[in-house]
């Protein structure tokens, strides 16, 4: 997979399917990140999100029949790839890096 940078947004997700197992629906996904974010989030800008990091390779996506939902709708788990786990470990490094030496700097600016 070709270097390519996450969005905040897309970053947020993919660290909500971690964070849940590796594998999850939109539904507990929209519940996780309003829990940890603090902010009201669309279940229709999620899946549109996992579709797009699916098609970049990020993410599979498996029907599972026997998880139907309150809607009788058939459940799509997604599931991180390899890459998406190196791309999340790569981001982390880079923020953490670009942090680094600045908690004086901040503390200052009060």
């Given at each position: 997979?070709?270097?390519?940078?996450?969005?905040?947004?897309?970053?947020?997700?993919l660290l909500a399917v971690l964070r849940l197992g590796g594998e999850a629906y939109s539904?507990?996904?929209?519940?996780?990140l309003e829990e940890r974010t603090g902010r009201e989030v669309a279940q229709a800008?999620?899946?549109?999100?996992l579709r797009r990091l699916e098609a970049r390779g990020l993410l599979t996506?498996?029907?599972d029949d026997h998880a139907v939902g309150e809607t009788g709708r058939v459940r799509?788990?997604?599931?991180?790839?390899?890459?998406a786990v190196d791309c999340?470990?790569?981001?982390?490094?880079?923020l953490v890096r670009?942090?680094?030496?600045?908690?004086?700097?901040?503390?200052g600016a009060r």
């Open positions: 997979m070709a270097k390519e940078n996450l969005g905040e947004f897309e970053h947020q997700l539904v507990p996904l929209v519940l996780e800008a999620v899946f549109i999100a996506s498996r029907l799509r788990y997604f599931k991180l790839t390899p890459g999340l470990r790569e981001t982390r490094r880079a670009l942090w680094e030496g600045l908690d004086g700097i901040l503390d």
